[in-house]
């Protein structure tokens, strides 16, 4: 092997270990995510209740917005559109779905944490969000959503916005083989 | 740095050689003539050349893009084009100066000087240095077709954000990723040919710290090349997924996130930006010493700035995305990382200026355009340390102001440095000086002009205008008239650049091998213009007291 | 950190009488809140720290271009490195950067503290309008540019706001903590008004917040920051800060105006009274993309007059506008626009450019698919 030739298998190296970096990016951000809350995306799986004192000298305000995007026939409401809660007190809201559309289709109702840090203190133990539903013409189901506001929540949070947006979800099986497939099972 | 007087052994060789390297040549035009010699040619100071005129021709029809945002803006009102197409040349003319006009400008000055500065006979991979170029021309058309597709060429701005770039985007998109793919492997391959070049065909007796910071800022821009245009070919397969496969990287609907768009894009975008800007600061480290006639001020303090700005360009990228929402440690941790940037950056203008101190000055165009460069980058660096203070950016992000500063750090910047280059090179590409009279009245149009088009935009953007924007309010109407006159200027003043090439390459004052008095690096040891093929045997440079 | 605002009100001073009165016409607004004086502290300190840097590094340069030239005899030196010179000046900026980071941390600090708002307002980014929605209030409405097509045309005077006026601000009340979440109905937006010192990307999907407390009842103006397709130099923003009490009416009637509007679902609209209100409805909406004579911008807005597929299927043209098309710029109005102005809007549609179906579609059936 001539010096150009091991110093091109070197750069060659390192240029693969950059792909393969790129490729691990996406993973990597889902999980610097759900390690920090970067993009107050709540978790995406549902989490045991940590039972324990409950912070009575705290009040928070938990918010919850719903919204639906283009292209679904749907309404999505809660039953509370605020509640106040105590940190450690496990809480359940109704939420509603309607499909007003002549046709059956597939939803899914996509989360967002305001402040972002909350994201973190935020432990849900059911939520609908956690797959997508499925709804007759005409149907009306209604789901619960039950949290947990964990009890070191940071002092200066005193409201937290819950935002669920409802997207169609018609292609649902191909997207999750190619993510699937593109970050090795990670997503 | 390059011998102050070249042993006088070398400068023998170097002149047989060349005369062997005259037979050589003529021989070569024998059995390769016409436009096939040109695209199967593996000479560095072809490929070098062919890369030069490239970038020149996309300089010129970036340019012609930029002038019709201009006449656009003139003044308030839709007058010229719709915004729809006003978007697309915005795109457009971002993406031809990135990846069109000055990243190849740098290569086909790397593939020129490389060779020369280093005392190689040839790149370390010639073959791979014809595919690299020739992918160019290929990527570039396909791109310039986009904008005879229908719904147009690329309308979300060189940046493509998602999902403007892949749910809402023209159909013409899946062309315009497959362009930047081949533009991107062009770049990777360039890369790595520099690097197999630098760290091996040294002349014996060079050690990498005897090297002009020519070769050195390139080598560094070429790992982080290496390092981040796969991030950039991940991103855009990513986007063409989004688009062709029905995966939700960045879309929100199927549980993606339009911000790890951002994330990714900067991740290569922050860099990408020092790509543009570190081979600018070797140039200017070589000419400013030639033109002093003083010795490069604190040599290996600039080798080690060049070296601490490129491992902090992969930690700050988030600065582009102060607006987007991060949390509160995150904005602080970028605002530190970028405000730390200033500190290498500041040593090496200090060094500069220091170079200047006491040395012996002349101005020749080539020293014309390089201390147009210290001023004004200088100035862009001064408006990119404001943008750091993140609460401030909340108020210049995204409008005119950023527009100043990039233009700032860009034009002024990256692009006066491949002038100097031209005009400090041209005699030992063509063996003629260029006109000194139009040099000096191009530098003087272009500073002019350039200050008068991008100036303005400090203030119209402080008062309020956001970028990327077809039409605006009243109160902006002076800065974007005077704008516009600016660009007029400094667009048509570079015909005049065109024409003092032309007339250099066709004759003119004959220039000796060593062109400029105070110039003391290796390539002026080879004649004027360089022959074909230089450097065959390479000069013994053992014992050599480089410093 | 106050001695530094202070510095910076004397450095920004010294800009001269004309600064004072017409600052914002060339420089960044003082704004009407703390957090914009505050940032506007910053950007002149920053500012004045670059001119004198400038001033000294760009003196030395100028100094050495004229004292050391060729032609004035000027022989080289050959000193070419020192260290404790070099480490001076690293050092320096380091320590001027430090100082600079400390009122920077405490404003960004004080930026992301949007804890106890008195209210709460939504903000969503459309192609290309803003809408805004009083949490907890009932009140939600979209925001429009209102500046006539023929202004931007050149065929008529522009007006004194030019592209900067709304036909419905954003109404806040002055002196209370407004915090301000923002999101997106389809690409990326990002809402900005310069005299608040606030912007924040609207994202779809995902929510963001900030805040603001306007200490000066007026109007300020912004625009859409983040290139989101055709019109994004069309998307002003305007801030109408009033009095409290101001405030409470405004809403009040905001609230009856809206019940007026529901009033008129359940009774039957003639053909003529729908196309009369369609037409505004389409000329503020819909024009925009599907342009005024109807014929859209193919192939990204599908034009309507002739559409003979979508004229023929009733169901469609009211799923459509109803629900919007996923994963394009047609949203869906059925939150934003309310029964009366999506019947109007599709029964004008039916009815003009050569479409003559003659269809009316009734509120009541469009209140009917949005609540049964």
């Known amino acids: 092997?001539?010096?150009?030739?091991?110093?091109?298998?070197?750069?060659?190296?390192?240029?693969?270990?950059m792909v393969g970096f790129t490729i691990?990016?996406?993973?990597?951000?889902?999980?610097?995510?759900?390690?920090?809350?970067?993009?107050?995306?709540?978790?995406?799986?549902?989490?045991?209740?940590?039972?324990?004192?409950?912070?009575?000298?705290?009040?928070?305000?938990?918010?919850?917005?719903?919204?639906?995007?283009?292209?679904?026939?749907?309404?999505?409401?809660?039953?509370?559109?605020?509640?106040?809660?105590?940190?450690?007190?496990?809480?359940?809201?109704?939420?509603?779905?309607?499909?007003?559309?002549?046709?059956?289709?597939?939803?899914?109702?996509?989360?967002?944490?305001?402040?972002?840090?909350?994201?973190?203190?935020?432990?849900?133990?059911?939520?609908?969000?956690?797959?997508?539903?499925?709804?007759?013409?005409?149907?009306?189901l209604e789901l619960p959503l039950m949290f947990q506001l964990s009890r070191d929540l940071p002092e200066n949070v005193h409201t937290v916005t819950l935002a669920y947006t409802l997207y169609p979800a018609a292609e649902e099986q191909l997207t999750s083989n190619v993510i699937a497939l593109t970050q090795g099972g990670g997503a | 740095m390059a011998p102050k007087s070249p042993p006088k052994a070398t400068l023998e060789h170097s002149q047989s050689a060349s005369g062997s390297a005259a037979a050589h040549h003529v021989e070569e035009h024998h059995y390769r003539s016409g436009p096939l010699r040109w695209l199967l040619t593996t000479n560095h100071k072809e490929i070098g050349s062919l890369y030069l005129i490239f970038s020149l021709s996309m300089f010129m029809i970036g340019g012609a893009m930029a002038l019709i945002i201009r006449l656009e803006l003139f003044q308030p009102g839709l007058q010229m084009v719709q915004p729809e197409f006003f978007n697309q040349m915005t795109t457009m003319h971002g993406l031809i100066m990135v990846f069109g006009a000055v990243m190849p400008g740098f290569v086909g000055l790397a593939n020129w000087m490389i060779p020369l500065q280093v005392g190689a006979p040839d790149m370390a991979l010639p073959r791979l240095n014809n595919f690299s170029f020739w992918l160019l021309p290929i990527a570039f058309t396909l791109l310039l077709s986009t904008l005879l597709m229908p719904g147009g060429g690329p309308n979300f701005g060189w940046t493509f954000y998602a999902p403007l770039s892949t749910t809402y985007a023209p159909p013409s998109t899946t062309f315009f990723i497959f362009a930047l793919h081949m533009a991107g492997i062009s770049s990777i391959l360039g890369a790595i040919n520099i690097i197999a070049t630098i760290l091996n065909l040294r002349a014996p007796g060079m050690r990498l710290m005897d090297m002009t910071l020519f070769v050195w800022t390139w080598l560094i821009t070429a790992f982080l090349l290496i390092a981040v245009m796969p991030v950039l070919a991940g991103v855009i397969t990513m986007m063409l997924l989004d688009?062709?496969?029905?995966?939700?990287?960045?879309?929100?609907?199927?549980?993606?996130?339009?911000?790890?768009?951002?994330?990714?894009?900067?991740?290569?975008?922050?860099?990408?930006?020092?790509?543009?800007?570190?081979?600018?600061?070797?140039?200017?480290?070589?000419?400013?010493?030639?033109?002093?006639?003083?010795?490069?001020?604190?040599?290996?303090?600039?080798?080690?700035?060049?070296?601490?700005?490129?491992?902090?360009?992969?930690?700050?990228?988030?600065?582009?995305?102060?607006?987007?929402?991060?949390?509160?440690?995150?904005?602080?941790?970028?605002?530190?990382?970028?405000?730390?940037?200033?500190?290498?950056?500041?040593?090496?203008?200090?060094?500069?200026?220091?170079?200047?101190?006491?040395?012996?000055?002349?101005?020749?165009?080539?020293?014309?355009?390089?201390?147009?460069?210290?001023?004004?980058?200088?100035?862009?660096?001064?408006?990119?340390?404001?943008?750091?203070?993140?609460?401030?950016?909340?108020?210049?992000?995204?409008?005119?102001?950023?527009?100043?500063?990039?233009?700032?750090?860009?034009?002024p910047g990256a692009v006066f440095s491949i002038m100097a280059a031209v005009y400090y090179w041209l005699p030992k590409w063509t063996g003629h000086y260029p006109d000194e009279r139009l040099g000096r009245w191009h530098f003087w149009l272009s500073v002019i002009g350039v200050n008068l088009l991008f100036f303005p935009m400090h203030f119209a953007g402080l008062a309020g205008m956001p970028r990327r924007i077809p039409d605006y309010a009243l109160q902006f109407a002076d800065f974007n008239m005077a704008s516009s006159i600016g660009g007029f200027l400094f667009g048509f003043s570079q015909l005049l650049f065109i024409w003092v090439i032309v007339k250099c390459v066709r004759g003119g004052v004959k220039a000796p091998a060593s062109a400029w008095d105070g110039a003391t690096d290796l390539e002026w040891t080879v004649p004027s213009p360089a022959p074909l093929h230089t450097f065959e045997t390479p000069p013994d440079l053992r014992g050599f007291k480089f410093h | 950190m106050r001695k530094m605002f202070a510095l910076a009100g004397l450095l920004a001073s010294l800009n001269g009488s004309y600064s004072m009165v017409h600052a914002s016409d060339w420089n960044m607004p003082v704004g009407v809140s703390q957090v914009s004086r505050d940032v506007y502290g910053l950007h002149m300190i920053i500012f004045w720290i670059c001119v004198i840097i400038g001033v000294i590094v760009f003196g030395v340069m100028f100094y050495s271009l004229f004292r050391y030239r060729r032609s004035k005899g000027a022989k080289a030196a050959q000193f070419h490195e020192h260290t404790t010179v070099e480490i001076v000046w690293t050092a320096i900026p380091f320590l001027i950067l430090i100082a600079m980071a400390i009122p920077a941390t405490a404003t960004l600090k004080n930026m992301y503290d949007a804890s106890e708002a008195d209210y709460d307002v939504m903000i969503t980014g459309h192609q290309w309008r803003w809408q805004y929605d009083y949490m907890g209030e009932d009140v939600t409405f979209f925001s429009n540019m209102s500046t006539p097509r023929e202004q931007i045309a050149g065929t008529e005077e522009k007006g004194e706001h030019y592209l900067l006026e709304v036909d419905q601000p954003l109404v806040l009340p002055v002196d209370r903590k407004i915090r301000l979440l923002t999101t997106s109905a389809d690409v990326i937006h990002s809402w900005w008004v310069p005299d608040l010192a606030v912007k924040k990307d609207a994202v779809p999907g995902f929510v963001n917040e900030s805040w603001t407390r306007i200490d000066e009842p007026g109007i300020y103006r912004g625009q859409c920051t983040e290139l989101c397709g055709k019109d994004h130099g069309f998307m002003p923003v305007v801030v109408h800060a009033m009095e409290q009490e101001q405030f409470d009416t405004w809403l009040a009637e905001r609230k009856q105006a809206a019940a007026e509007e529901a009033g008129g679902v359940d009774r039957e609209w003639a053909l003529d009274e729908l196309i009369e209100r369609g037409e505004k409805v389409y000329a503020t909406i819909c024009a925009s993309c599907h342009q005024a004579e109807g014929q859209g911008m193919p192939p990204t807005f599908p034009g309507l007059a002739g559409n003979q597929a979508l004229m023929d299927d009733l169901d469609r043209h009211i799923d459509v506008v109803v629900n919007g098309v996923s994963g394009s710029a047609m949203a869906a109005f059925s939150g934003t626009l309310s029964p009366v102005d999506i019947a109007a809007v599709i029964t004008f549609e039916r009815n003009a450019w050569g479409n003559d179906t003659g269809d009316a579609v009734q509120p009541a059936d469009i209140q009917a698919l949005v609540s049964p």
């Open chain 1, 1 to 17: 092997m001539t010096p150009v030739q091991r110093t091109v298998t070197k750069t060659l190296f390192a240029l693969m270990m």
């Open chain 1, 24 to 140: 691990a990016l996406v993973p990597l951000y889902d999980v610097f995510c759900n390690i920090t809350g970067l993009n107050g995306k709540s978790a995406s799986q549902p989490r045991a209740i940590v039972s324990g004192e409950v912070d009575e000298s705290r009040y928070v305000t938990v918010q919850f917005i719903t919204r639906t995007g283009s292209g679904l026939p749907w309404r999505l409401t809660a039953q509370d559109r605020q509640v106040r809660v105590h940190p450690g007190q496990a809480y359940e809201v109704r939420f509603a779905f309607v499909n007003h559309g002549k046709t059956a289709s597939r939803g899914r109702a996509v989360p967002s944490v305001s402040p972002s840090e909350a994201s973190l203190h935020l432990r849900k133990i059911t939520c609908f969000c956690f797959q997508e539903q499925r709804l007759e013409a005409g149907e009306r």
């Open chain 2, 243 to 411: 688009i062709n496969f029905g995966t939700s990287f960045f879309n929100a609907a199927g549980g993606g996130d339009p911000v790890l768009f951002q994330h990714l894009f900067w991740f290569f975008g922050h860099p990408e930006v020092y790509i543009m800007i570190l081979p600018a600061f070797g140039i200017v480290s070589v000419i400013i010493p030639t033109f002093a006639r003083k010795r490069l001020f604190g040599y290996a303090s600039m080798v080690y700035a060049t070296a601490s700005i490129a491992i902090l360009s992969f930690l700050v990228w988030a600065h582009h995305m102060f607006a987007v929402g991060l949390p509160l440690v995150a904005e602080l941790f970028f605002m530190y990382t970028t405000m730390l940037i200033a500190v290498p950056t500041g040593v090496k203008v200090f060094n500069w200026i220091t170079t200047l101190f006491r040395g012996e000055i002349t101005f020749e165009t080539p020293m014309l355009f390089a201390l147009a460069f210290v001023v004004l980058f200088t100035i862009g660096g001064f408006s990119g340390l404001m943008l750091a203070i993140a609460p401030a950016d909340f108020q210049y992000h995204d409008t005119y102001f950023v527009v100043a500063h990039f233009h700032y750090v860009l034009v």
